[in-house]
Nanobody, 123 residues
Framework: VQLQASGGGLVQAGGSLRLSCAES????????VAWFRRTPEKEREFVGC????????IYADAVKGRFTISRDRAKNTVDLQMNSLKPEDTAAYYC?????????????????WGQGTQVTVSS
């Protein structure tokens, strides 16, 4: 499984970015997909996840109300819309495919990981 994350960049505080995770072989269409982020201080912090049908989402408290995960099953993509960005959101963001149709915040629930895309929020 190859996951391709894109959409990172440099943005001012208060701005928005939209990240996208694509998978070419449709192997994650029946699995939950999550976004994690990593900084030098925090190893793989959970951001949020979406169920296989997109009917259930879970978010970390730090991003709740600002970030939204959605998925397009026809395009086989999972997006992370990030609004009201803060400098503390600066991190490398990774998408990950869960072992099942629903998942949560545990790193061990995920078995495929994409390469990260860097998000930098300036103050």
């Amino acid at each position: 499984v190859q996951l391709q994350a894109s959409g990172g960049g440099l943005v001012q505080a208060g701005g928005s970015l939209r990240l996208s995770c694509a998978e070419s072989k449709r192997t994650f269409s029946n699995n939950a997909v999550a976004w994690f982020r990593r900084t030098p201080e925090k190893e793989r912090e959970f951001v949020g996840c979406i169920s296989w049908r997109g009917d259930s989402t879970i978010y970390a408290d730090a991003v709740k109300g600002r970030f939204t995960i959605s998925r397009d099953r026809a395009k086989n993509t999972v997006d992370l819309q990030m609004n009201s960005l803060k400098p503390e959101d600066t991190a490398a963001y990774y998408c990950a495919v869960a072992r099942g149709p629903y998942s949560g915040a545990s790193v061990t629930s995920y078995h495929y990981w994409g390469q990260g895309t860097q998000v930098t929020v300036s103050s």
